[in-house]
Every structure is written in C-alpha cells, then in structure tokens.
C-alpha cells in the first residue's frame, strides 16, 4: 500500500518551455503533498506544500510564478515549470501524506534536463 | 526552525558487519517525528525506520533500529549484518506534529564485499 506514482521520469526540453509533472497517490487520499527539489549529491529541498483544494505554501526563495503547484484532487498534484532554464535542471521528487502524523510517500522522481 | 544535522557524510561497513549512522536535531517542541529514509543509485526514497518522540521504546524493523536519545536530541541507525543491498544515501528527517519534513545533509553509505 502507500503507493505514490510521479511522471514522467525523465524529461528533456528546449529552454522557454513549460513542463508539468504529475505526482498521483494511487491507492490513498493525499491530503497533503509535498515538491522537493534534489541537485545531486545533496539533500532533498523542499519547494512547497500543497493541501488538496487551496493554494500551496512555498518555501522562501522559491518563486511562486516560476513552479506551479495545483492540487485539485485528493490523489493529483501537478507541477508546472514554467519557461524553464537551464539551472532549473535537476531532480525533482514529490510526497504525498494520508493525514497527521503519517509518514510521506515518495514518488520515484523526475529527472529535468533543460538545454 | 527545526535542524537536522547528519555529521557523517560517508561510511563503509564490510558485509555482515554492523553500521551505526548518526543524526542529531534541533527542536523546542515535545511531540514530533523521527524518521530514516533510505535513497539507492535509483534515487527512489524508501522509508526505513519511524520513531514517535512520545515513545521511549527505541523502534525496530527486522536488521534495522534506532537508539533514540530524546533528551540529547540524537537518534542514530544501526544496521546489523549488513547487507550489498543497502548500499545507499540514508537521510534521516524530523517532522513536527502536521507539518512539513526536514530533511538531514545525508550519508553515503557503502556496503563492501
């Protein structure tokens, strides 16, 4: 059980376009889910804070405008870099949490190339 | 803010040996959350081991426990006979009643034949 699926895996792109990943809790009720973002040989950072029907809570020096985070359903987070850059290549990985005091679950992590 | 420091940043251990991986945090609170999580090359985050701050009793999962240190604010890992396979950065992480996760500098550890 716990289960949490992120997609896609691995992504390349043209510097200027927007990519969205999803992050999908699929066989419980996130109602909460987390972006973390990992450059390599580092530790997980998080981005934000999303709860399923509000906006999310971003961690400061993380710009809103630039990662978009929707939370529309109990089991879908998605987000959208927006006109990505080169130094917004890295490893970014999601968590979703069945309520208090529960454990996060992680997501196998998507890959971000930016050329 | 709640610290998490990890002052180990790589260790080996021979199979079959045992390991202890250390971590230290910083809280004001009583109630919270200890956990380790385990990151193989595949970069999947596999949880380990969890630890309620209310519980004095050191948590356990088959080769895998704790000695959880609540007034010295240390909860360490120790691996028992250990094995290839665990191989990997382990991240230990405190949570505080509903809230977010933070996230140790982490520890490479590397199991030899």
């Known amino acids: 059980g716990a289960v949490v699926s992120q997609h896609p895996s691995w992504v390349i792109c043209k510097s200027g376009t927007s990519v969205k990943i999803e992050c999908r809790s699929l066989?419980?009720?996130?109602?909460?889910m987390f972006w973390y973002r990992q450059f390599p040989k580092q530790s997980l950072m998080l981005m934000a804070t999303?709860?399923?029907?509000?906006?999310?809570?971003?961690e400061q020096g993380v710009e809103k405008d630039k990662f978009l985070i929707n939370h529309a359903s109990l089991t879908l987070s998605t987000l959208t870099v927006t006109s990505a850059h080169p130094e917004d290549s890295s490893f970014y990985i999601c968590s979703a949490r069945g309520g208090y005091n529960q454990p996060q679950h992680f997501g196998d992590g998507t890959r971000l190339s930016i050329l | 803010a709640q610290t998490v420091t990890q002052s180990q940043p790589e260790m080996s251990v021979q199979e079959a040996e045992t390991v202890t991986l250390s971590c230290t945090y910083d809280t004001s609170e009583n109630n919270y959350y200890l956990f380790w999580y385990k990151q193989p090359p595949s970069r999947q985050m596999i949880l380990v081991i969890r630890q309620e701050a209310y519980k004095q009793q050191n948590a356990t999962e088959n080769r895998f426990s704790v000695n959880f240190q609540k007034a010295a604010k240390s909860f360490s890992l120790k691996i028992s006979d250990s094995q290839l396979g665990d191989t990997a950065m382990y991240f230990c992480?405190?949570?505080?009643?509903?809230?977010?996760?933070?996230f140790g500098a982490g520890t490479r550890l590397t199991v030899k034949p």
């Open positions: 992480a405190f949570m505080k009643w509903d809230n977010d996760m933070r």
């Open positions: 999303s709860n399923e029907g509000s906006k999310a809570t971003y």
């Open positions: 066989d419980f009720q996130a109602t909460t």
